[in-house]
T-cell receptor
């Protein structure tokens, strides 16, 4: 199956700092990537849809100025958590759909996830 | 009303038995349906996809879809302790290609 790599897998930072998480599709091109957040014992919540070469689409309630998304190439999307606070501590997971798949039927391939802890 | 609903469980089943998981969704125009398995601390992995009404079997897993009832289920036959995980139902919205997840059902398979 397709491989999506996410880095770092675990990061601890001080409150007020910024953290960048990378998501790469290793063996396929992805014009669209998705960023999810998962708090303990809860399901995945979609934060934003990352579109290659254009602005990301954010879900309601997600601050676009706090969660900066850049999708500069067909294989890389980055999520930057700016001025992180303890309440931003969560499991962040990216996913990608292979370009060229049938619309609305493509499978999503998930990265390994990044656990962010803000002290 | 949540867009995708699942019983949170835990669903406890003895080893070798059948685990039955249910999921309902609110968007009648939904096109694609997926079951993901997520172990604690890990990201989800796809185990089944289904796009048309009826049953779809893959090994010990069977997915069932009933679009009229807006209902999708997953059966796990001959359950093993390694099947203990949270199972997430996910639906692709008709209006776009983003995936919406249910809350997940925690399954515990006891030896």
């Amino acid at each position: 199956g397709a491989v999506v790599s996410q880095h770092p897998s675990r990061v601890i930072c001080k409150s007020g700092t910024s953290v960048k998480i990378e998501c790469r599709s290793l063996d396929f091109q992805a014009t669209t990537m998705f960023w999810y957040r998962q708090f303990p014992k809860q399901s995945l919540m979609l934060m934003a849809t990352s579109n290659e070469g254009s602005k990301a689409t954010y879900e309601q309630g997600v601050e676009k100025d706090k969660f900066l998304i850049n999708h500069a190439s067909l294989t890389l999307s980055t999520l930057t958590v700016t001025s992180a606070h303890p309440e931003d501590s969560s499991f962040y997971i990216c996913s990608a759909r292979r370009t060229g798949g049938p619309l609305n039927t493509g499978e999503l391939f998930f990265g390994e996830g990044s656990r962010l802890t803000v002290l | 009303q949540k867009e995708v609903e699942q019983n949170s469980g835990p669903l406890s089943v003895p080893e070798g038995a059948i685990a039955s998981l249910n999921c309902t969704y609110s968007d009648r125009g939904s096109q694609s349906f997926f079951w993901y398995r997520q172990y604690s601390g890990k990201s989800p992995e796809l185990i089944m996809s289904i796009y048309s009404n009826g049953d779809k079997e893959d090994g010990r897993f069977t997915a069932q879809l009933n679009k009229a009832s807006q209902y999708v289920s997953l059966l796990i036959r001959d359950s093993q302790p390694s099947d203990s995980a949270t199972y997430l139902c996910a639906v692709t919205q008709a209006a776009g290609n983003k995936l919406t997840f249910g809350g997940g059902t925690r399954v515990l398979v006891k030896p």
